[in-house]
């Protein structure tokens, strides 16, 4: 390591001086260069072309267990420790999240549903199950808020709103959008939390018209949505918090465009299902 960073370093500073500061001799350090490197070398260079390949595609988002996971997927037997030193080395580290923001509202007038789902966030066939909820966008415009619903079987956005409200209507509009494009099973189970906008006689009459079960987390309690909860987690640390937004437009676009280009076609989602034969349609 020491005759590494010596190498590294060369550029800044005098081979001589670096010696003598990390109490080595220069010609210990010469001979070190003339030497082949070892096939471990050999293995962490082409390990760390494909590392920063992964890194690039992950648009510098991934950190070391995903790009670790993808190896894998690639056929690449690697520890996962080996692929964190060579991230290191390189640089190379993924986006850490930030404190959340509460934008749950419940009406106790409302009716609720029991919660059926009971934290089970596994699905052996599309439209089994959906996932979904509220967050929020800061802009230079505003708040701009979106809703989105989940498959639990592929982990895909299969429908989203945002809009500048909070009313129904952006709930609504990301089931109508899930529907139409999925158009789902009678007996498919529909989660969310105790939100007004669910718990309303629009979103449950639509369920209802669609034969879908709701369910409903149990209050105050975020674990029994931890999917989407996930799912916005990733999405505000990988993209939102990345840079500030002028207007609730450019934010909407370039969330569609984040979620229909590179999260539901190209991301290792974390605890998803094995690919198979469901995987490119859903």
Known sequence: MTFTFIRTEKARFPIAMLCRVLEVSRSGFYAWCRRPPSARALVDFKLGVEVASIFEESRSTYGSPRVHAELRHRELEVGRRRVARIMRQKGLAGR????????????DALP?????LARNFTAEQPKRAWVTDITYVRTREG??????VIDLFSRRVIGW???DHLRTELVAGALTMAIA???PQAGLVHHSDRGCQYASDVYRSALDRNGIVFSMSRKGNCWDNAVVESFFSTLK?????RRAWSTRAEAKAAIGEWIE??????ARRRRCPTRGPFWDQW
């Open 112 to 116: 609720i549903a029991p919660n059926v």
């Open 143 to 148: 708040w701009l808020y979106l809703a989105a």
């Open 161 to 163: 709103s945002a809009d």
């Open 181 to 183: 494009l999925r158009v």
């Open 261 to 266: 280009a590179f999260y539901n076609r190209r």
């Open 237 to 241: 640390t990988e993209m939102i918090h």
């Open 96 to 107: 850490l999240p930030r404190r959340t923001r509460k934008t749950t509202r419940s009406d």
